[in-house]
């Protein structure tokens, strides 16, 4: 049940312990990695077009489990110049000092949903008292309030 810390004084990273329960069972813990949208960068945003029951169930049992996460949003993105590049953004509204640890247990619980997503999923979280996304309205509204 203890939060693990390998390397804390150089690369600090941190294990919570749904992560060391997966790892002591042998399934995979997810890979993430960061990414930011070009300041002048234009994207359209639609409702999800693939089936998201799988991951929306998943998530949200989670994300009840989790005090931290106040509410969670699903929108399809289409960027590039011919919009080719689509993919599923899940935007969380989580408390401050969270996110890193939400980030972390989100990818994890992404490894669990039983089918395999048709797009990739891109996270962001934004605080309870920061304005919400313009986008986060062109999607869906899965968990909160």
């Known amino acids: 049940g203890a ?4 390397n804390p004084n150089r690369d600090q990273l941190t294990l919570y312990p749904p992560e060391i ?3 002591l069972e042998g399934r995979p813990l997810g890979v993430f990695a960061k990414a930011s949208l070009g300041a ?5 945003v639609c409702l999800p077009s693939v089936p998201t029951d799988a991951l929306v169930l998943a998530l949200r049992g989670l994300y009840e489990r989790e005090p931290s996460v106040r509410a969670a949003y699903l929108a ?14 899940l935007t969380l ?25 048709a797009l990739p ?21 899965f968990y909160g309030t």
Do not use: W, Y
């Open 40 to 44: 002048n960068e234009q994207a359209g």
């Open 76 to 89: 399809e993105i289409h960027r590039g110049s011919d919009g080719s590049d689509v993919f599923l953004l």
């Open 93 to 117: 509204v989580v408390t401050k000092g969270n996110t890193e640890r939400m980030v972390q247990l989100t990818t994890l619980e992404l490894h669990s949903v039983a089918s395999p997503l």
């Open 21 to 23: 329960g997966a790892l």
């Open 3 to 6: 939060t693990l810390m390998l």
């Open 121 to 141: 999923v891109t996270m962001t979280c934004v605080s309870p008292d920061a304005p919400l996304p313009e986008l986060c309205h062109h999607g869906i509204q």
